[in-house]
């Protein structure tokens, strides 16, 4: 098969919040609001899910990555002010809750096999984004962190958590949620949250090295085996209720709101 030449996918009005590039059978899409770390808003979820859903059937693998110095510093706290200042009930926050869980989902059961370029931080939604890619390459001064409970949050975004413990295990991710400490690129990838970690300057070679041998894979078992390898993971646990994340953050951040207001 001839290799498409690279070009750069043209940013239109679904697509401001994102960098896309096509070469060959490869499609990166690069976060791109650094002078925001790239942080996770509605606008940049309902761009991640236009990309996903209007994806080349041709596309074997898909690369996400940030823009500027960190990966993702994780959810707009800011926005979310904003929807409770809209609607107290929580409403919007539901909303956005849903739309974190569709783009997770898209990326894991995306018929490509999906790469998380990490660098800098990854934090909270960040790590989560990072964490539904099948494949997930880290520099080495790379650092992650769950700041959720110390937020007054519940860890419930965009089915983090028992994607976290199907591949950590339930007594570390006890120990990371609970504690919301900072831990490094060597230690995500003692604990499986990353396969490999090299040099930032190392990261595009990573990625090439996983992307050359998978893009000349026949599609239809390229396909089949990513849909055993998640049937086979999604089997092993026990319960899955990440369905309800969006409901849970709305109501603990609508009770703590409450609970501020009414002293």
Known sequence: MTALPLRVLPTGPLQQTLRTRREGAVL???????EQGNTVTDA???????????????????VLTGSGADFCLGGDRGEFT?????DPTGSGIRMSGTKARRVCDALTSNPAVTIARVHG???GAGL??????????GAEDATFRLPELALGLPTAWGGLLPRLISEVGAARVRELVLTGRAFTAAEAQSLSILQKVVPEHELDTAVADWAKPIVRRPPAALRVTKTLLNSLSGASRLADVSVLDAELMAAVVTESRHTRETG
């Open 28 to 34: 990166t899409v690069e976060l791109n609001t650094p």
């Open 44 to 62: 940049l979820l309902d761009d991640l899910l236009a990309v996903l859903q209007d994806q080349d059937p041709a596309v074997r693998v898909l």
């Open 82 to 86: 904003r929807h409770l200042a809209h």
């Open 121 to 123: 931080k990854a934090i």
């Open 128 to 137: 989560a984004l990072a964490l539904a890619c099948d494949l997930r390459v």
